[in-house]
């Protein structure tokens, strides 16, 4: 179940919010654990289990659409989710089944602003 969010001060000029969730600490390429673009610029969080309003959700790095919660192996050290919120001038061009390099690269010129939250999990 996807965790409730809160963010505020969304700038101006702002077309829509983009969420990427990422393990990086995973392998060379960080995992994606959720990816939603075109949540609406006015919105003010998401609740437990829920979409962002507005939002699509996209593949993540396990197969499926929409959250995948944290899934480090086994006798790991804690690995670190970074949830980032993006808002961005204009949608982002995406491939089918985006992994986090092609966001930040199509993030690069579009990215008005951005702020992080970073958890940590192990098992």
Avoid: K
Avoid at 44 to 67: A, C, K, L
Avoid at 73 to 99: I, K, N, S, T
Wanted: without cysteine.
């Amino acid at each position: 179940v996807s965790p409730p969010l809160e963010w505020s001060g969304v700038p101006d000029g702002t077309a829509e919010l983009v969420l990427l969730v990422e393990d990086p600490d995973a392998g060379s390429v960080p995992t994606v654990h959720w990816l939603v673009t075109g949540i609406d610029p006015h919105s003010t969080g998401t609740g437990e289990g829920q979409v962002p309003p507005g939002g699509q959700q996209w593949p993540n790095s396990f197969g499926g659409i929409g959250w995948a919660g944290p899934h480090p192996p086994f006798g790991d050290d804690p690995h670190r989710y970074f949830f980032r919120l993006y808002a961005v001038r204009e949608p982002l061009p995406l491939p089918d089944r985006p992994q986090a390099p092609d966001v930040h690269r199509a993030l690069r010129r579009r990215q008005l602003a951005s702020g992080n939250l970073v958890g940590t999990f192990g098992r």
